[in-house]
């Protein structure tokens, strides 16, 4: 079915517990075309059903707003939806505290038991679509869940004949929730409640009602479709959700769903046209904005970002709480949203950091015994640990003072490798303020803790893995503190703040601890520490000083990159279940040969299931940023405030991207066809100078500004003054 764009949208009450909800007097919105690639890229499931695995639903389809998230699963005859919430966690100071499940949606259709089973499920606006036949029975569902709004719809048709259905809204009923739940004519509902042995009392309400029937048990028949419309309400939104969530469905029409869906469709479509790429190889496109969905589905919540495996948990004790795992794979999904231009969906990643402050700084004061913030390996929403009393790693160290370290020390300086790369994209002084005490705090702990021997800063007593020991200079860490203080220094001369503390970080800055090395068949690759382990036949951390660390770029000395690339082909770890995410665009950042990384990807796309979650990856939406980043990356990379286009592309295969954003706060267009760059359009957001690669080589360029011959540019690079706003061109000079 197809719904036009209209301007009228739902009302604020149809939609409780959502702060996305548009008003009915809004100025109408445009109708903007979709992404050329995305318009057909559909996914598939045929049977056997995905089935949700103890560590999450990494194979089912999947459909959320950032706020309320549902997938989808269990044969034909017994079909479920698990509904989810971002707010909705267990938050105490332990390792239980985590995510639960908020609601089960359980259709039962009995005759349909060994149906036939294919699902569909559209990219561009998470529409689900089931198709179930058994003899001379087929019933259909469509399925969609508001992206402004907290409601799942999903109606179902019979073709052939009469068949009845039962319909369970229920929810987990154990120690220490308070679930409730009842039902009236054609209405259901169920709350669970956290309000004992907590930190902050939690409560989830979800009601359902069954349009085109009076009550859960129905007859389905040919002809007569019924909508099942199901809402969800927080205790962190209403005073009391249970109230709203059932007024939201009171007076529910089949008209006002198709409002819903209205602005549900225009949501998306001004989602996807913040920014696009397009290239001619549809597994990769595929990749590519499934990756981008998958985001936008489960992070928009500015105080509640999604945990491990998104907010798609299929079980009441997910593994590792569905928490905030700091050493890499929290922050990992965010690493592309800031190249395209979705900020809304990053933003989310820094509220655990910020919450976690004062716990973090009395760790500091007492494991290190230094100034700022030490964070542990795991935490959660509103400033909750989650691995506190964890065993692993007890009996050698692995916990200090109740917090598991598991020797690591780098946590927080990882925690700004994303935070650095949203103020470059953008240099937001609003978003400068709100992050900059934590950036501080960070420095603050490393002027103390690092150790001034032999004419360098050492790192003393880090490990690099968890668990691998006291090391010396891990690899790792000296890429993160290069980021630290860069960022540092440019948020404070920005800011005009601490200018007195910029010469000692100019200082440490240049004078860190130089990488490790080492002889490894023949050629010079990087060595994972100074004093530990010299090598690890896992993860990929042996790399991230690259990416996302920034530490090695296109400008670094050619005797780095050729180190960094027999490190890449040494690690030989595209596929490593503890990184991939970062390998791929580590090797675009080293210029490595993009035929192989294109490849590489393509295999990476192959071995993933339907829904895009890596195949056999136990660590969820970690990887969601690969494809898209490494694309990116490979298009448009500003590294350094240095812009290059299509820098680490074939030349024989064209391609094109529009917005992409890149460091400096610009928005960058381009093509690239038949071998030649073209279509180049650059929107300056700040005003800030612009360094460009030529992408002519030996060739002059024209620059236009506002549409206007501007002037001629030579040479390998050149930098352009700009202004706040104005939209600059680049051509090639006529010959």
Not at 293 to 320: E, M, V
Not at 391 to 400: N, T, V
Not at 472 to 500: C, K, W
Not at 544 to 552: K, L, R, T, V, W
Request: hydrophobic share 40%; with cysteine.
């Amino acid at each position: 079915m197809q719904y036009a764009v209209v301007v009228a949208m739902l009302c604020m009450a149809l939609v409780p517990g959502s702060s996305y909800a548009s008003k009915e007097d809004e100025t109408p919105l445009a109708d903007p075309p979709l992404p050329p690639a995305l318009g057909s890229l559909t996914t598939t499931w045929l049977g056997p059903p995905p089935a949700f695995p103890n560590n999450g639903s990494t194979g089912a389809p999947l459909l959320g707003n950032g706020e309320m998230a549902a997938c989808l699963g269990g044969p034909a005859d017994k079909l479920r939806f698990v509904i989810n919430r971002n707010d909705f966690w267990r938050l105490t100071n332990n390792a239980q505290g985590m995510q639960k499940i908020a609601a089960l949606l359980d259709i039962n259709i009995a005759d349909l038991e060994g149906a036939t089973y294919r699902v569909d499920q559209t990219i561009r606006d998470g529409f689900v679509s089931g198709t179930f036949t058994k003899d001379s029975l087929t019933v259909r569902l469509a399925c969609w869940l508001a992206a402004t709004g907290d409601l799942l719809v999903a109606e179902l048709s019979a073709e052939g004949r009469d068949t009845p259905i039962k319909v369970d809204l229920n929810a987990p009923d154990d120690s220490p929730s308070k679930t409730k739940s009842g039902t009236d004519g054609d209405t259901a509902w169920v709350t669970r409640k956290f309000a004992d042995t907590v930190e902050v009392p939690t409560e989830a309400a979800t009601v359902l009602r069954v349009l085109g029937a009076r009550r859960q048990h129905f007859t389905l028949k040919p002809g007569a479709p019924v909508t099942l419309a199901v809402v969800t309400a927080s205790a962190f939104r209403h005073a009391d959700p249970l109230r709203e969530a059932r007024k939201s469905v009171a007076g529910l029409t089949a008209a006002e769903v198709a409002r819903v869906r209205s602005a549900h469709d225009t949501w998306w479509a001004q989602y996807w046209n913040r920014a696009w790429v397009e290239v001619n190889d549809p597994l990769l496109m595929k990749g590519y904005y499934q990756g981008l969905y998958t985001l936008a589905a489960c992070s928009r919540n500015p105080q509640f970002p999604p945990g491990l495996f998104g907010t798609w948990i299929t079980t009441d004790r997910p593994a590792w709480s569905n928490d905030y795992h700091l050493n890499y794979n929290f922050v990992a999904p965010f690493y592309g949203l800031y190249s395209a231009n979705r900020l809304e969906q990053a933003d989310v990643e820094d509220a655990p950091f910020l919450d976690f402050m004062p716990r973090a700084r009395w760790y500091a004061e007492n494991v290190t015994k230094t100034r700022g913030v030490l964070y542990p390996v795991g935490i959660g929403p509103r400033g909750i640990e989650t691995t506190i009393g964890v065993p692993y790693g007890l009996d050698i160290g692995g916990a200090e003072l109740g917090g598991l370290f598991c020797h690591q020390r780098s946590n927080a300086a990882y925690c700004l490798v994303n935070i650095a790369q949203r103020w470059r994209c953008s240099y937001d002084p609003d978003y400068a303020r709100k992050v900059y005490p934590l950036v501080l705090a960070v420095v603050d702990f490393w002027e103390d803790y690092l150790k001034f021997e032999d004419g360098k800063y050492q790192v003393r007593g880090d490990a690099i893995h968890e668990l691998s020991g006291r090391n010396d200079n891990p690899i790792l860490t000296l890429g993160l503190l290069r980021n630290v203080f860069d960022l540092a220094l440019d948020l404070s001369q920005s800011m005009d703040r601490d200018a007195e503390r910029g010469e000692k970080w100019k200082q440490m800055l240049a004078n860190l601890a130089d990488f490790p090395l080492q002889e490894m068949g023949g050629k010079t690759v990087f060595r994972y520490t100074s004093e530990g382990p010299a090598w690890w036949d896992s993860n990929t951390l042996g790399i991230q000083h690259i990416y996302p660390g920034n530490a090695i770029t296109l400008d670094s000395d050619p005797k780095l990159l050729e180190i960094s690339r027999n490190t890449l082909a040494a690690m030989n770890r595209w596929y490593d279940g503890n990184g991939s995410n970062s390998f791929f665009p580590a090797a675009v950042r080293v210029g490595a040969d993009p035929n192989i990384i294109l490849e590489q990807l393509q295999g990476y796309v192959r071995n993933t299931y339907p829904n895009g979650f890596r195949d056999g990856n136990i660590h969820g939406i970690e990887n969601c940023s690969t494809v898209h980043n490494t694309i990116n990356e490979m298009l448009c990379m500003s590294v350094g405030h240095v812009l290059r286009l299509f820098p680490v592309w074939p030349k024989d295969k064209n391609a094109a991207f529009a917005n992409l954003r890149a460091w400096g706060a610009f928005l960058v267009s381009a093509e690239l066809r038949d071998g030649t760059v073209g279509g180049v359009r650059i929107v300056s957001e700040r005003g800030r100078g612009l360094t460009i690669v030529n992408p002519w080589p030996g060739e002059t360029a024209v620059l236009y500004r506002g549409g206007k011959e501007s002037g001629r540019l030579d040479g390998v690079r050149f930098t352009i003054s700009t202004a706040p706003g104005e939209v600059m061109e680049l051509a090639r000079a006529r010959k």
